[in-house]
């Protein structure tokens, strides 16, 4: 299953009346403070992003949109939704470039009940390309550098999809790894 995939089954979920629900990440700052200087700073940057409408969106915009949601508890579709969690790294992070994730291992694999933190970085040209992804916690993982934890590649990627799907699908391939020996709970890959 691709991201793609994955983004389609998401709506048919959301169009059945799933839940979507998500941990909500510290932030400090409000929201619509944040939303005017990214706006500002935007006219700047020369980025965009599009939307399924066709419409050309700044990647600040679409940046915005996804903290929202992920401060307001969406954003992560079920069978997700409470395993998944996400938000800027640092409040004052203008650039909205630098974020923190959390994710509990699936359920009926030996991951289950395991937190796993990573690191998710939007560069200049997200969403044109997906975020990069590295984990914090360590896992034996296929798709998973095992010196550095970083994710290798998101498949299907395009520039509809989220940092929350991008998670959804990690934590989808993580059944697959649960299968390999793993580290001990709790080491960490910068150890």
């Known amino acids: 299953g691709s991201l793609a995939e994955e983004q389609g089954r998401d709506r048919k979920a959301r169009g059945r009346g799933g839940l979507r629900r998500l941990g909500r990440a510290p932030l400090g700052r409000t929201f619509s403070r ?17 939307m399924s409408s066709g419409v050309i969106v700044p990647r600040s915009f679409k940046l915005l949109e996804e903290l929202e949601q992920a401060e307001k ?7 997700h939704g409470g395993f998944v969690s996400y938000g800027l790294a640092d409040p004052e992070d203008m ?10 291992g699936p359920h009926h694999t030996s991951l289950v009940d395991r937190l796993f933190t990573l690191n998710v970085y939007c560069d200049e040209n997200y969403p044109d390309t997906p975020p990069h992804v590295s984990f914090v916690s360590k896992i034996n993982m296929p798709g998973v550098d095992p010196r550095t934890g ?32 793993q580290p001990e709970e709790g080491a960490r890959f910068d150890d």
């Open 34 to 50: 944040r939303r005017s200087k990214a706006r500002a700073g935007e006219a700047q940057e020369g980025t965009s992003s599009s």
């Open 73 to 79: 508890g969406g954003g992560v579709p079920p069978p």
């Open 95 to 104: 650039s909205l470039s630098y974020w923190n994730a959390s994710i509990i």
């Open 150 to 181: 970083e994710v290798a590649n998101m498949p299907g990627w395009n520039r509809d999809l989220s940092i929350g799907q991008c998670l959804c699908y990690i934590r989808e391939q993580m059944k697959r790894a649960s299968k390999l020996p």
